[in-house]
């Protein structure tokens, strides 16, 4: 018999701390504007972790606190069945019940730690994504005009009110309008503008301020992504963006979420779909915090992919890492990383450090240049889903993480990420020498973006880099991942003959934190032209005094500046 005064305790406990953990959230992500307004961009990235801690702390405290409730009923079926109908009644008409829905099954996860998913008992939608129905007010506002023009730019910009004002707000409208106007013309159809939509909430990451819309006209519309950066003379217009694949970039799974307050998170994330149409929702739902949300709509996608498409597991193409078994499906576009048994040679890390160095990107700003992946535990899967030779390549390296049970595979834990080709292979495949020369240079780009953010990837090697569909070079190995400032560069000795005889030799020491990055020319620099045009643009970089250079403006408390978008398309007329 179930204890219906027990049931609403638990149900009402967990839609309660799950107001509060929102509500501190919520709290969090409002400072933005204040330390956007006052230049306190070291101050915003504290409160940035803090902010991505909070979801495990309170899922730690309500699990505390329903185990005290259940007692000895903790795993019965039949509670928690009443406790999900309870709970749906209580969160149905919150704005926010879906992602109540996934805090709820952050709980049961705990509970249920080595079973797999119940939808008896969690929640679970096999449905497409569908827009969510309004509700409330709307998360945007119309621009009251006529036509597009610098006025109705200046009045896009007057929107939102800063305690810090403009530099020079009608240069910065002009600039506007001349960048999109051409673009606008360009279209050739019908150029009666219906309406100008502008989201009420700032998008705030790192030094800047994001203004998003859309411009309506008749047969079409125009995203547009508007840059504000806050410095010395006051607040300005960096750059405008509205050619969808370099908007998708600012809201890349690369970069850390921005801070932006909404009542109506889904509502949200249903305008920036219809912007972004080539992102999944689940990245978008990363993009402004949401990360176990993101994680649940990325485990539906995953299902439903699986369940409606004839694909299978196999062995991810490219060299096999000594760290991680990589598989992926075909046509699928994500990757599945699974930490192996032991490592061999020369690697000397253990599995818990591994899994620390995850966790470390996970609340890094990953500065446009890390991949960030969902970690799963116990995911179930149909064993015909899987190739013979992955089973191989599971059985013989991963028999501590994955179990085979008849026509099951269980993997206790997984990290999942976006899949992207990697760089060694790229450039053996690609034809198109602009295309290499380009992503040759993004490497070395990839690279100097890291150390800015104190990030070193220890492992330079270029298959643990990966090309995105957007051309950007991303970094995602990350077992030997340092700080900056906690490494050595030094310059490799140069003996003499005499030195030799003397045996001074014998005196040097190299410690495990020790750097020689003349060294690095050795397999960065690829043979024939794209090698010289890597070393003509990036020959610092095998410099230990660009490293210590680097190390010295971190220390000095630096916060270094970070453009999500083509520093080509920042305005050239701001000084």
């Known amino acids: 018999?179930?204890?219906?005064?027990?049931?609403?305790?638990?149900?009402?406990?967990?839609?309660?701390?799950?107001?509060?953990?929102?509500?501190?959230?919520?709290?969090?992500?409002?400072?933005?504007?204040?330390?956007?307004?006052?230049?306190?961009?070291?101050?915003?990235?504290?409160?940035?972790?803090?902010?991505?801690?909070?979801?495990?702390?309170?899922?730690?405290?309500?699990?505390?606190?329903?185990?005290?409730?259940?007692?000895?009923?903790?795993?019965?079926?039949?509670?928690?069945?009443?406790?999900?109908?309870?709970?749906?009644?209580?969160?149905n008409d919150k704005p926010h019940r879906s992602n109540s829905e996934t805090f709820?099954?952050?709980?049961?996860?705990?509970?249920?730690?080595?079973?797999?998913?119940?939808?008896?008992?969690?929640?679970?939608?096999?449905?497409?994504?569908?827009?969510?129905?309004h509700e409330g007010e709307a998360v945007y506002d119309i621009i009251d005009c006529t036509h597009f023009s610098v006025v109705a730019i200046k009045q896009i910009l007057q929107y939102f009110r800063f305690s810090v004002p403009f530099e020079d707000i009608n240069r910065d409208a002009q600039n506007i309008f001349d960048e999109m106007a051409p673009t606008i013309i360009h279209q050739k159809s019908n150029l009666f503008l219906d309406r100008i939509e502008v989201l009420k909430p700032v998008f705030y990451r790192n030094r800047g301020a994001f203004v998003i819309g859309r411009i309506f006209y008749k047969n079409w519309s125009m995203p547009f992504v508007i840059p504000l950066l806050n410095e010395e003379k006051g607040i300005f217009v960096d750059s405008v963006i509205y050619l969808p694949a370099e908007i998708s970039i600012i809201f890349s799974f690369t970069r850390a979420s921005f801070f932006v307050h909404t009542k109506y998170p889904a509502q949200l994330i249903d305008y920036l779909k219809a912007m972004l149409s080539h992102k999944t929702v689940g990245e978008l739902y990363d993009s402004i915090g949401y990360y176990r949300h993101g994680k649940t709509i990325l485990y539906r996608d995953l299902m439903n992919y699986i369940h409606n498409h004839d694909d299978q597991f196999i062995v991810a193409p490219g060299i096999k890492g000594m760290v991680m078994a990589v598989f992926t499906l075909k046509y699928y576009n994500f990757?599945?990383?699974?930490?192996?048994?032991?490592?061999?040679?020369?690697?000397?890390?253990?599995?818990?450090?591994?899994?620390?160095?995850?966790?470390?990107?996970?609340?890094?700003?990953?500065v446009g240049r890390m991949a960030y992946a969902h970690l799963f535990e116990n995911l179930e899967f149909p064993r015909n889903l899987f190739s013979h030779e992955l089973i191989q390549e599971l059985q013989?390296?991963?028999?501590?993480?994955?179990?085979?049970?008849?026509?099951?595979?269980?993997?206790?834990?997984?990290?999942?990420?976006?899949?992207?080709?990697?760089?060694?292979?790229?450039?053996?495949?690609?034809?198109?020498?602009?295309?290499?020369?380009?992503?040759?240079?993004?490497?070395?780009?990839?690279?100097?973006?890291?150390?800015?953010?104190?990030?070193?990837?220890?492992?330079?090697?270029?298959?643990?880099?990966?090309?995105?569909?957007?051309?950007?070079?991303?970094?995602?190995?990350?077992?030997?991942?340092?700080?900056?400032?906690?490494?050595?560069?030094?310059?490799?000795p140069q003996f003499t003959d005499e030195n030799d005889t003397l045996g001074t030799h014998e005196i040097l020491s190299v410690e495990p934190n020790d750097?020689?990055?003349?060294?690095?020319?050795?397999?960065?620099?690829?043979?024939?032209?794209?090698?010289?045009?890597?070393?003509?643009?990036?020959?610092?970089?095998?410099?230990?005094?660009?490293?210590?250079?680097?190390?010295?403006?971190?220390?000095?408390?630096?916060?270094i500046k970070f453009y999500a978008y083509d520093k080509y398309n920042r305005f050239k007329n701001l000084d």
């Open 1 to 91: 018999m179930v204890n219906q005064d027990i049931v609403k305790q638990v149900a009402q406990n967990i839609a309660e701390q799950y107001d509060i953990l929102l509500f501190t959230f919520n709290d969090i992500t409002l400072s933005a504007k204040s330390y956007f307004e006052n230049r306190q961009y070291s101050e915003l990235f504290s409160r940035q972790q803090e902010r991505y801690r909070l979801y495990g702390k309170y899922v730690k405290q309500v699990f505390a606190k329903t185990q005290e409730l259940l007692g000895e009923h903790i795993e019965d079926l039949m509670y928690w069945k009443a406790i999900k109908k309870e709970f749906s009644c209580i969160v």
């Open 335 to 366: 990757v599945f990383k699974i930490i192996r048994d032991k490592f061999e040679a020369p690697k000397n890390c253990t599995r818990d450090f591994v899994i620390k160095k995850y966790e470390e990107v996970e609340i890094n700003d990953r």
């Open 515 to 559: 750097i020689f990055p003349e060294e690095f020319k050795a397999f960065m620099a690829p043979d024939g032209p794209i090698g010289e045009i890597f070393l003509a643009e990036h020959h610092e970089i095998f410099d230990p005094k660009f490293w210590r250079d680097i190390q010295k403006r971190i220390n000095s408390g630096d916060y």
């Open 396 to 492: 013989k390296s991963c028999s501590q993480t994955v179990e085979f049970n008849g026509s099951k595979v269980l993997i206790k834990h997984v990290y999942i990420e976006r899949k992207m080709t990697p760089l060694n292979i790229y450039l053996q495949e690609i034809t198109n020498p602009i295309n290499k020369g380009r992503v040759i240079l993004d490497y070395g780009f990839c690279i100097k973006e890291l150390a800015a953010a104190n990030i070193f990837p220890g492992d330079l090697l270029l298959k643990n880099f990966g090309v995105t569909r957007h051309g950007r070079v991303i970094f995602y190995d990350y077992d030997e991942i340092a700080k900056v400032t906690d490494c050595r560069f030094r310059r490799i």
């Open 104 to 133: 709820y099954n952050s709980i049961t996860r705990k509970v249920f730690v080595e079973k797999s998913f119940n939808p008896d008992i969690e929640y679970f939608d096999y449905a497409d994504y569908k827009p969510m129905p």
